[in-house]
């Protein structure tokens, strides 16, 4: 079993960063594959970047590569998304994920954070 925590969410000016982190209890975490997902009002919820356990093998969206940087520290339970250059339309909850399947591309995440809030001004 494992549980999940974001924090590091708010309001940030059009331009600006955040750094969500994502902490998990369980031992088990540092074997699973970790993922970003957001939702925005009125839209479905998004699969967004993932990593795998060792942090070898990382996963962006289009819209996000080049401005997000996903990462893990295994020895701290903990997981990140460097979020960088954000616009007005990356305004969602943001949700960390952790699975035990290998593929990191794959949508697919057993374990759930409770999600935290990203607004972008402009």
């Known amino acids: 079993q494992v549980q999940l925590v974001e924090s590091g969410g708010g309001l940030v000016q059009a331009g600006g960063s955040l750094r969500l982190s994502c902490t998990a209890s369980?031992?088990?975490?540092?074997?699973?594959?970790m993922g970003w997902f957001r939702q925005a009002p009125g839209k479905e919820r998004e699969f967004i970047a993932a990593i795998s356990w060792n942090g070898g093998s990382t996963y962006y969206i289009d819209s996000v590569k080049g401005r997000f940087t996903i990462s893990r520290d295994n020895a701290k339970n903990t997981g990140y998304l460097q979020m960088n250059t954000l616009k007005p339309e990356d305004t969602a909850v943001y949700y960390c994920?952790?699975?035990?399947?290998?593929?990191?591309?794959?949508?697919?995440?057993?374990?759930w954070g409770q999600g935290t809030q990203v607004t972008v001004s402009s």
């Open positions: 369980g031992r088990t975490f540092i074997t699973y594959r």
């Open positions: 994920a952790a699975d035990w399947r290998a593929v990191i591309t794959t949508p697919t995440y057993s374990y």
